[in-house]
């Protein structure tokens, strides 16, 4: 069995639901690596966690 691949998105990359949408899409493309999705603050909000 392949490992998995981990894949972190936050900040400018989800920053919009324009880009929210492409990160989804390189997810799915992804999908047969076995993709661990790790989310990380949207842009912005970093400093208010």
């Known amino acids: 069995m392949r490992p998995a691949v981990i894949m972190k998105y936050?900040?400018?990359s989800l920053g919009n639901s324009e880009m929210i949408k492409q990160?989804?899409?390189i997810i799915y493309n992804r999908y047969q690596d076995r993709?661990?999705?790790v989310p990380s603050a949207t842009k912005g909000?970093?400093?208010e966690l």
């Open 35 to 37: 993709p661990l999705i």
């Open 10 to 12: 936050g900040g400018s």
């Open 23 to 25: 990160v989804i899409g």
């Open 45 to 47: 909000t970093t400093d």
